[in-house]
């Protein structure tokens, strides 16, 4: 394999890395909060397309304002979801509440599907696939804007968790709901925001993953590659999130090259099962003593 | 024929259990009268709702009392139905010796999944379900020989002394097998076996340090739901006729597990119920065409903000209502010990 | 030839030595004691000798086989039982269902046996309810057969989870705090029924316990753990007097000393 190929290969293992490792890291947010798997988390992957498409098409907004009242619609959407499904099914078993956002989450596909016809759509105003060079090697631009708004955002979402008193308080809902209502942190709204945050970053993935796909109803699906990154990360572990999804973005990147389509996924999902096996909790996850 | 386990319970659970026997006795009952007053097509509607009630039974044991969690059951149903489609077109075997063989042909299959469930638990072993739902659809894509691949195959009705059954006939195969299915389920769930599941769900610690073998436990709880979704699968193939291999992945995973928490997760009459309803909603949404997906969601929230146990949920519901409207009694008294 | 005996036996938990070194040995029937400051390793050792956790070092020998090593249901089977410092029921079922459990989980139900309900299983399962019954009756709990665990007061539940550990007829039975969060009526009461089982089922009983006034009263034998490490062994009076274990326990009054 030369190296032009490798680096083309590695750019784009990356950008899609970064994208499951900011749909994982969502999702893996909500779980330390809640305990719950939100899954409708990867309809506000779709959500966040849609209402890119919708600001663009109707409000004629270009490319990054509308990337940016995309984001923050779809987080307002997440901390209604919140409030309106989750919070009043707080007593529930865990699984009705897991089927309860199931619901929600095919509620806003069958919405956005209702709202537009068209079934592959682009939003105007993003960079040109056209491969720029640098120095002996080409790649395309896209995957570089992916990859650095990507980094860019997971920096600051570590900053924020480690220096702001938000990102404290939120951490120490994580960890530890009863504790953090006892030192005075107003739990409720602080579940209401990792919801909310959530849902932003998943909306952001998916005006990301916009440019490379396109924009369409089944851009969801990636929560399921996503799901498998934060598995793989370990699942009680944030970073183990973003490393998940980075590793499973250059895995398949460099697995394409000798497989198909099918038969890559079924190695990606193979290689999860005998990870699983192996090491129960994931890369970083904490393990607990067994024995039976 | 075997008779049913029966529990001893106390006054408002003997209550409660006999007004189920006698809503389960007039479910039947309608059941069996339904073929007179209902359209041919309906018929097989209804077979396939009781089709989707045997999968919901074997799940909601597997899920819901023993603990395991699995997306995979659509895979089960797809390899009762593959089999049975070999057994009987390429073998020649009777229909009525295929039918039972795929259902343990799945259960063996089902075994395979309880392996990795040994190591790994809750959510961790939903996913690999998840993975095995998937390597399943591709598995179909890829064995077309056996399948038919992404195109399907299909599958001729069995005969019985030499004439076709229709709609009618293979409707009451159905019921029959669906009500011998549940009254086995009823009986796992009362037996020894039903209370090690439920043990090893509440804690494998300290089921184990009384004893369980937690390891056999899990694996027969997998080779019973699988074997149940076998049956199903055996059943639906020649009850549609054809086999679409789309029929087999996520969304179906999803639609069995909301049979299961609409019915209450454990509960094997609520089981039936469960996929009934959802069964009932899903026609009833018909009617509003490109709305009917969303229709159907909402109903289904609306369910589950309306009943979030389920609807075996209301039966205990009930019992805490009765016991309530008796008054403190000797039994609630001595609680205070 | 001794009944229960740890030779050497250490556990670690990533940098915490919870049990280091510790043997001894333990007869046939009667009533012993663990006792220890909080943080001693009591409950580590009851759940290293009842296989829930691994040891790093030693072994240990359940009448005259090896344990250590076996999973938790095999050293289950060989006789050796246990009850848990929070009464760990299943929450959902019934009290009586509870009890039948401590009988039935071990017994590997074939599951064609189950599916058809044979007049075999209904026989066994309906022994198994009576001698159930019996057990609560035996309890003075006879009332609460019907009440589900997550009902029951907190002394109750851990009378039912004795109870149902005792139905699996153990030969030694350890038992963790059994009267932690009683009062002293309801101490008194545990305490009559573990003398009961060791008189009627000949069952051995190994304690953890904090209720020194308890464990005065009815052990034959002491043995103090503090930080991991066994500091005494004996008979009570002479162990309670040690002045080692006045220390562990800092200043804490004992009974006759």
Redesign the interface.
């Known amino acids: 394999m030369s190296i032009a190929i490798a680096f083309q290969l590695f750019i784009a293992g990356l950008s899609t890395g970064s994208i499951y490792a900011l749909v994982a890291l969502g999702l893996a947010l909500v779980f330390k909060a809640t305990g719950i798997l939100n899954f409708a988390h990867g309809e506000f992957v779709t959500l966040g397309a849609y209402l890119g498409l919708f600001a663009s098409y109707y409000f004629g907004l270009t490319y990054p304002p509308a990337l940016l009242v995309a984001v923050l619609l779809s987080a307002l959407a997440g901390l209604l979801m919140e409030w309106s499904v989750v919070r009043p099914l707080i007593t529930a078993p865990p699984f009705t509440v897991v089927i309860a956002t199931l619901a929600v989450g095919l509620s806003v596909k069958n919405i956005l599907r209702l709202s537009w016809q068209e079934n592959l759509s682009t939003i105007p105003g993003t960079i040109s696939h056209a491969p720029i060079a640098i120095g002996p090697l080409s790649v395309n631009p896209q995957y570089l804007v992916v990859i650095a708004v990507s980094f860019v955002l997971l920096g600051m979402l570590g900053l924020f968790f480690k220096f702001t008193s938000l990102g404290i308080a939120m951490r120490a809902v994580s960890e530890d709901q009863r504790a953090a209502r006892l030192v005075g942190i107003n739990v409720e709204l602080v579940l209401m925001l990792t919801f909310a945050t959530s849902a932003g970053m998943a909306a952001l993935a998916g005006l990301l993953l916009a440019p490379l796909t396109g924009v369409h109803i089944e851009m969801g699906w990636i929560v399921v590659k996503a799901l498998v990154a934060a598995v793989l990360g370990g699942f009680t572990s944030l970073p183990g999130a973003v490393v998940g999804g980075l590793l499973l973005g250059l895995a398949e990147a460099f697995c394409g090259l000798f497989l198909d389509g099918v038969t890559r996924d079924l190695g990606v999902f193979g290689l999860l099962i005998i990870a699983l096996l192996v090491r129960p909790h994931g890369l970083f996850g904490r393990s607990e003593a067994r024995r039976v | 024929m075997a008779c049913l386990a029966a529990p001893r319970r106390g006054v408002s659970e003997r209550a409660t259990e006999q007004a189920l026997t006698f809503l389960l006795a007039a479910t039947v009952a309608v059941g069996v009268a339904l073929p007179f007053f209902v359209h041919s097509y309906l018929l097989q509607m209804a077979s396939f709702a009781l089709v989707n009630v045997i999968v919901a039974i074997g799940l909601t044991v597997l899920i819901g009392q023993a603990g395991q969690v699995s997306l995979a059951s659509p895979s089960f149903v797809a390899i009762g139905a593959y089999l049975v489609t070999h057994l009987t077109k390429v073998l020649g075997l009777s229909y009525w010796v295929a039918m039972p063989l795929s259902g343990i042909g799945a259960a063996a299959f089902g075994a395979v999944l309880g392996f990795p469930a040994l190591r790994v638990r809750g959510f961790y072993l939903a996913i690999v379900s998840l993975a095995f739902l998937q390597t399943t659809s591709i598995l179909i894509e890829t064995l077309q020989t056996y399948t038919g691949g992404v195109r399907g195959i299909s599958v001729p009705r069995p005969t019985i002394f030499g004439s076709r059954l229709t709609n009618f006939d293979f409707y009451f195969v159905v019921l029959a097998v669906t009500v011998i299915l549940f009254a086995v389920a009823r009986n796992v769930s009362r037996s020894p076996l039903g209370r090690s599941f439920r043990a090893v769900h509440a804690s494998e610690n300290v089921a184990a340090s009384q004893g369980a073998d937690v390891a056999r436990v899990k694996m027969i709880a997998f080779v019973f739901s699988s074997f149940y979704a076998g049956i199903a699968g055996a059943l639906f193939a020649p009850l549609i006729g054809f086999i679409d291999p789309l029929e087999f992945g996520l969304v179906t995973a999803i639609h069995h597990i909301v049979f299961i928490i609409v019915g209450g997760l454990g509960s094997v009459p609520g089981a039936v119920y469960g996929a009934l309803t959802m069964g009932v909603i899903g026609e009833l949404t018909n009617g509003f065409k490109e709305y009917k997906e969303l229709i159907f969601n909402l109903a289904l929230l609306a369910v589950l903000f309306v009943i979030p146990r389920g609807l075996s949920g209301i039966a205990a519901s009930l019992v805490k209502f009765a016991r309530r409207r008796r008054g403190p009694s000797a039994e609630q008294t001595v609680r205070e010990v | 030839m001794s009944f229960l005996s740890l030779e050497n036996v250490s556990v670690r938990f990533g940098g915490v030595n919870a049990l280091s070194e510790v043997s001894f040995s333990l007869e046939p029937g009667g009533i012993s004691a663990i006792i220890g400051p909080n943080g001693a390793g009591k409950t580590t050792l009851i759940n290293a000798v009842?296989?829930?956790?691994?040891i790093d070092n030693g072994r240990i020998f359940f009448d005259g086989a090896e344990i250590h090593g076996k999973?938790?249901?095999a050293?289950?089977?060989a006789g050796l039982?246990?009850a848990?410092q929070h009464a760990?029921l299943?929450?959902?079922?019934?009290v009586v269902?509870n009890i039948?459990?401590?009988r039935?989980?071990?017994?590997?139900?074939s599951?064609l046996?189950?599916?058809?309900?044979?007049p075999a299983?209904?026989d066994s399962?309906r022994e198994?309810?009576n001698d159930a019954l019996a057990m609560l009756e035996g309890l003075?709990?006879r009332?609460?057969?019907?009440?589900k665990a997550r009902?029951?007061?907190y002394?109750?539940a851990k009378k039912i989870d004795i109870g149902?550990?005792l139905m699996?007829a153990p030969r030694l039975l350890l038992l963790d705090e059994p009267t932690a969060g009683l009062s002293d009526i309801?101490a008194d009461d545990l305490i009559g029924l573990c003398l009961r089982a060791v008189k009627d089922f000949g069952t051995t009983l190994l304690l953890i316990e904090h209720n020194l006034r308890v464990v005065m009263a009815v052990s034959q034998r002491v043995i103090v753990l503090d930080y991991g490490r066994k500091i005494a062994d004996g008979i009570p009076s002479v162990v309670t007097a040690d002045p080692a274990v006045v220390t562990a326990y800092l200043g804490e009054e004992l009974p006759g000393a």
């Open positions: 009842s296989g829930l956790v691994p999973t938790a249901q050293i289950a089977r039982g246990r848990f760990e299943m929450a959902d079922e019934s269902e039948i459990a401590g039935t989980l071990r017994t590997r139900p599951l046996q189950c599916m058809l309900w044979t299983l209904r399962e198994a309810r003075g709990l009332s609460v057969a019907d009440l009902e029951l007061s002394g109750v149902r550990a699996g309801e």
